[in-house]
């Protein structure tokens, strides 16, 4: 069965072609151009009333019909109950998974957001804006390398949902006036999902822009 992803080339779009990719699951992308306001449509509403990509249609959602989902925290969850991956079973473990799935969805994604609109997008140059996203974009980046001094992925000893959720905001760290090397300990983890295959292919949904 395949799995229709609704998407665009951006980090919360990238979280779930990087799940997909590493599943090996079937699926068509559906490109949305946000920049066109097709995330308005519809049709798309349907699937996604807070008019954001990504989504996902499952053909063979729990209830063995179409199931339609999104946020891109609530999709990683449910792709890996689904398939029992990347998301430790037992308690602990899956608990420190989603503080860190809930710490990406809540901090490392809305404020990197903001930092990426005011130093890049805004149309005025507003100063106050930028030095309060970039400060807070530099401190999340710190709290993320003491994390990952500490353990390999950020929950625990094996990779999981919540760096795929991490991964591809970081992926535009220039962006954010972020040097890497700055943080040697996300350094180190950067460039270890950075060479993964699925991520490879994954951040590749649809070609980057
Ligand atoms: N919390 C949402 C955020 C999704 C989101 O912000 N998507 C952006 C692109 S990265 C979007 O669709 N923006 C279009 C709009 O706001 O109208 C998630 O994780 O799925």
Known sequence: MTIDLYTWGT?????VSIMLEELGLAYDVHLIDITKDEQFAPEFLKISPNN???????????DGRPFPLFETGAILIYLAEKTGRFMPTDA???????????????NFGPML???HHFRRFAKENVPYAIER?????K????????RLGKVAYMAGEDYSIADMATFPWAARHEWQGIDLT???NVKRWYDTIAARPAVKAGMDVPKRN
């Open 11 to 15: 980090p919360n779009g990238r979280k």
């Open 52 to 62: 954001k990509i990504p989504a996902i249609v499952d053909p063979d959602g729990p």
């Open 92 to 106: 602990a473990g899956r608990y420190r998974c989603l503080e860190w799935l809930m710490w990406q969805m809540g």
């Open 113 to 115: 957001g903001q930092a």
């Open 133 to 137: 996203y970039t400060n807070e974009t």
């Open 139 to 146: 401190r999340l980046y710190r709290v993320l390398d003491g």
């Open 182 to 184: 700055d943080y040697p």
